[in-house]
């Protein structure tokens, strides 16, 4: 970016300046809401976060430095709008795989039923088998650390943790793991993607080019990810 496209220090300082603004209205509608769910808490929500993205933004161009600004809003954009101070909450994870080698993950099962008695696992169970005899044995963060040792190939993963104001009952969920969870809950998100690490070597790319125009002129990327604020 030349220094002519570069944000002024006043619109920097501008920007910051609504944050402090935004945040006062957010206390002050927090302070009198009505209900969990009260609209003018939303608005100011949403105006704090909007607020925040954008002095987060020219300060990035401005000095190249990001905020420790980080707004919970799920991937489908619903605030959060669940208990600030929650006495419990839920861990939801999701990890995709592919079956690459299923000799290997085959003979791995194989290898833990030998030792274990317990380990049911037939002669011809084939994959469906395997994978029951393993998540049985090994927690599953170590089979996503050794995955390549079970002829796995890791995908997309994702973590959530939605907040609540009550630790529910033993056995209330178990018909339904996933279903009482309300977008508006989830708290924090942390997604693991390949699709992040492309957008950080475009973006990577970007910058090289704009240090060095006349490298590669016909190429032309899209906006890309950067480090400031992103979903929870």
């Known amino acids: 970016m030349s220094d002519a496209a570069l944000p002024t220090v006043a619109e920097v300082r501008a920007a910051a300046e609504a944050v402090k603004a935004a945040i006062d209205r957010h206390l002050a509608a927090v302070e009198r809401r009505i209900g969990d769910e009260d609209p003018d808490v939303y608005a100011a929500f ?6 925040a993205e954008e002095y987060d933004e020219l300060l990035y161009d401005r000095y190249g430095e990001v905020t420790p600004f980080e707004i919970p809003t799920p991937e489908d954009g619903v605030p959060y709008t669940g208990p600030a101070e929650p006495a419990a909450f839920s861990v939801l994870i999701r990890r995709d795989y ?56 890791e995908g997309d993963s994702t973590l959530w943790i939605a907040a609540s104001e009550e630790m529910t009952e033993p056995g209330e969920w178990l ?12 708290l924090h998100r942390f997604d693991v993607s390949s699709v992040f690490d492309e957008e950080t070597d475009e973006f990577d790319d970007i910058e090289d080019r704009a240090q060095d125009p006349a490298q590669d002129q016909d190429r032309h990327g899209g906006r890309t990810t950067r480090p400031g604020l992103t979903p929870a």
């Open 46 to 51: 949403n105006e704090l976060a909007t607020a």
């Open 175 to 186: 018909g339904s793991p996933f279903g009482h969870i309300d977008a508006q809950d989830v």
């Open 98 to 153: 592919a079956v690459v080698e299923p000799a290997r993950l085959i003979a791995q099962a194989e290898r833990v039923a030998a030792h274990d008695l317990d380990a049911d696992f037939a002669h011809d169970g084939g994959t469906a088998d395997a994978l029951g005899v393993l998540f049985g044995e090994y927690e599953p963060d170590e089979i996503a650390s050794r995955s390549k040792d079970f002829g796995l190939e």
